[in-house]
């Protein structure tokens, strides 16, 4: 029974669904990935694996939460495995020089230079925060989920991922004053 051959036409409708996850979420999912690792050609492997494992797992989806929470709830556990075992890629920075040479908008250099020192700053700021929060904050902050999405994605009631957001920029507003109004 549960080595039945696939329904016809299962492997091409999953072939589609595969292309459609790609399509829809290829880009912002790489850099969901890459914003926790910081390796470019590891973050597109990664997103590809959780594409790959949810194409395979499709069939066991039950529709608890939006097919995109799904798959970066996949993603996120793809990217603990990886830094799990590999604990000094959890963050690269780059340096204040790197920084002062990436081009700005339309500030000038002393304004672009205030920038990057606020950034480098909050850069230090957030490695102090508890790890808990620091991940609730960037899943709401920078990669733009929805308290529930996040909530969903760690599997944590939305009232504690209310309460780490509300702590950790409370935190950071006590460190940096105003220049953290960023997050």
């Keep these: 029974m549960g080595n039945e051959p696939p329904a016809p036409g299962a492997h091409a409708s999953q072939e589609k669904l595969f292309r459609d996850l790609v399509a829809q979420h290829g880009e912002r999912l790489q850099a969901f990935v890459m914003r926790h690792i910081g390796h470019p050609d590891e973050a597109a492997d990664i997103a590809q694996q959780a594409f790959v494992e ?3 797992a499709i069939s066991r989806f039950r529709g608890d939460s939006q097919l995109s929470t799904w798959l970066y709830g996949i993603a996120m556990n793809l990217v603990r495995n990886y830094l799990s075992r590999a604990p ?3 963050h690269r920075f780059e340096s204040d020089e790197t920084l002062a040479e990436m081009p700005g908008g339309e500030a000038g250099p002393d304004e672009q230079l205030d920038r990057n020192r606020a950034l ?3 850069t230090k700021e957030l490695e102090t925060l508890p790890a808990e929060m620091r991940e609730v904050l960037l899943l709401v902050a920078v990669d733009e989920l929805s308290y529930e999405e996040a909530a969903t994605l760690l599997a944590i009631p939305v009232g ?3 309460s780490r957001v509300f702590r950790a920029r409370a ?5 940096m004053g105003s220049a953290v109004a960023v997050l």
């Design 54 to 56: 949810a194409a395979a």
């Design 88 to 90: 000094q890629r959890v």
């Design 120 to 122: 480098a700053r909050l």
């Design 160 to 162: 504690t991922v209310r």
């Design 171 to 175: 935190a950071l507003k006590d460190r």
